[in-house]
């Protein structure tokens, strides 16, 4: 601030989080990380580099190298400016200070290197892994041909589909904490399909799951209104107690006990049909 950049954020300590993502999404900027040269300041730097090029957000990072303090340069009258237009791009910037990590002459230590490469890359969106790859190939003096061999772990991830009536549930009980008082009694996680854990954690206030991130930072995911959220919960919840028919009439139980249940999920799915929560 001092130096005349009022848009700027101290983390004080703390490190950057998923938690801080939806707020700096919402703002739609520019980001440019800065952060001291030494050990700390470089790993700190990669991490919060890593995060914001796995999400989608523009910028990159600035080293103060040589013990600079950029305290001491604002008050010598030192222009800041260059410095931060000479950034770099966040996914440049973990791929070349992670390589820095590693000698690549050594061949136990270039086969360390690329495993940490590879899976950032395949961390990052689909549409800009081949460009990546061709990069880190370069830097590597490797065949791209290398990268292309993903785990299935990585696969599996990547399959995951995102239910929209679930996801956009999830997402507006985030945005708005006062909702999750009145559905909770009502919407429990594991009547959802896809999104369980997502929602659990939602109700947990445990944001580190990074599907529940997916689900945040994704644009594509609407933020319902009451009536709305209203509706799509009915909606959940019809589904799931006609499962829960069908569940039933396969228990090993009397006819009669049987014949109660299925009679009070069929009330519950009239009332729900006419706009009650149940």
């Known amino acids: 601030h001092q ?3 009022s848009n700027s954020v101290a983390t004080l300590g703390t490190a950057l989080t998923p938690e801080h993502l939806p707020i700096l999404k919402k703002m739609g900027i520019k ?3 800065s952060y001291d040269g030494d050990s700390a300041g470089i790993n700190a730097a990669i991490k919060a580099s890593t995060l914001l090029a796995q999400n989608s957000f523009e910028g990159g990072a600035v080293i103060f190298k040589d013990g600079l303090d950029p305290a001491d340069m ?4 030192q222009n800041l400016e260059p410095i931060f237009q000479n950034n770099t791009p966040f996914i440049e910037f973990v791929i070349i200070e992670t390589l820095k990590k590693y000698n690549l002459k050594n061949p136990h230590q270039k086969q360390n290197a690329f495993n940490d490469i590879k899976n950032f890359i395949f961390s990052l969106p ?3 892994q081949e460009d990546i790859i061709q990069y880190a190939s370069q830097l590597m003096q490797i065949s791209t041909k290398l990268f292309r061999v993903k785990t299935q772990q990585i696969e599996q991830q990547k399959i995951k589909k995102i239910d929209t009536e679930e996801a956009s549930i999830i997402k507006t009980l985030y945005e708005d904490k006062n909702f999750i008082n009145e559905v909770v009694e009502y919407l429990t996680p594991e009547m ?3 999104h369980q854990s997502e929602l659990k954690s939602i ?3 445990s944001y580190d799951n990074s599907s529940l991130l997916d689900i945040i930072l994704n644009d594509d995911i609407k933020i319902l209104d ?3 959220l209203i509706n799509s919960i009915r909606y959940i919840l019809i589904l799931f107690y006609k499962k829960e028919i069908n569940r039933v009439r396969f228990l090993q139980t009397s006819l009669e006990e049987k014949s109660h249940k299925i009679k009070k999920l069929r009330t519950k799915i009239i009332k729900l049909e006419k706009g009650e929560l149940c």
Not at 74 to 77: P, S, W, Y
């Open 31 to 33: 980001i440019i990380l």
């Open 74 to 77: 604002i008050k010598n009258g």
């Open 192 to 194: 959802f399909n896809n």
């Open 126 to 128: 689909s549409i800009i």
């Open 3 to 5: 130096a005349g950049y």
């Open 226 to 228: 009451y009536n709305s």
């Open 203 to 205: 109700y947990e206030e």
